[in-house]
């Protein structure tokens, strides 16, 4: 078994895990903390998390595993850590285009993939056991959403133990058909933002290269890289 690394607290999961002495050394390395004070989201967001509630998670795993573009990477770590959710709670997990996790319309989990020393550094935050979430009214943990307390240890080992069998493996053909069919609201009229201006739309797929389809009410079918476009739930 590759080594997963506990930490009482961090800055950064995603930068932590460079300065380890094993990082260049080994194939699939992991480190978890549930004390990340400087956690990053996508495209230079935040990630905020109350210590010993969450687990901030990451994985870092040699780039020869996989010969596909970032995007398929991107849609078979999240379809993973949808699937790992879901088994876990017994629930409903939707995937919100990019790459964020969905119980009950609440965010729950986000994924930020960099690359980085021939390596794909994965990090991925799951709120476990947080129950106020007053400044993030978009936000939820398992614990709202489902009513299950989980414990944030066997959490992390269990994530590591899947992330490491599955990348040992090919990205499956079949990755951005199983990506919509849990992708979060397809198929269903949802209100966008695009530039300040807002419309009803459908969304109706993901594509290969990570773009997003809409068919929007006044302009047809677009589309979209992510920050063009905002989803409003």
Excluded at 52 to 60: D, E, L, R, S
Excluded at 94 to 105: C, G, T
Excluded at 169 to 197: Q, W
Aim: glycine share 6%; charged share 20%.
């Amino acid at each position: 078994m590759s080594p997963l690394l506990y930490l009482q607290h961090c800055l950064s999961t995603n930068d932590e895990i460079l300065l380890h002495p094993n990082f260049q050394s080994t194939d699939v390395i992991g480190m978890y903390t549930f004390h990340q004070t400087k956690g990053r989201g996508q495209y230079g967001n935040s990630w905020k998390s109350t210590e010993h509630q969450n687990v901030a998670f990451t994985i870092a795993v040699e780039e020869t595993h996989f010969k596909n573009s970032g995007a398929l990477i991107n849609f078979y770590t999240a379809v993973i850590l949808r699937d790992f959710i879901a088994n876990l709670t017994k629930s409903e997990v939707k995937i919100k285009w990019p790459n964020d996790l969905i119980i009950k319309n609440k965010k729950v989990a986000g994924i930020l993939i960099e690359k980085k020393a021939h390596k794909y550094i994965i990090g991925i935050g799951i709120n476990v056991l947080q129950k106020d979430f007053i400044d993030l009214p978009k936000a939820g943990s398992i614990l709202t959403q489902t009513g299950k307390m989980v414990d944030l240890h066997l959490l992390a080992r269990g994530l590591f133990q899947r992330f490491s069998y599955l990348f040992s493996l090919k990205i499956p053909e079949d990755i951005v058909s199983v990506y919509n069919k849990h992708l979060f609201r397809k198929d269903e009229i949802s209100v966008f933002e695009i530039k300040g201006v807002r419309q009803n739309g459908i969304i109706q797929q993901t594509d290969s290269g990570g773009y997003l389809w809409i068919n929007l009410e006044k302009d047809g079918v677009r589309k979209f890289s992510h920050k063009e476009i905002e989803l409003l739930y």
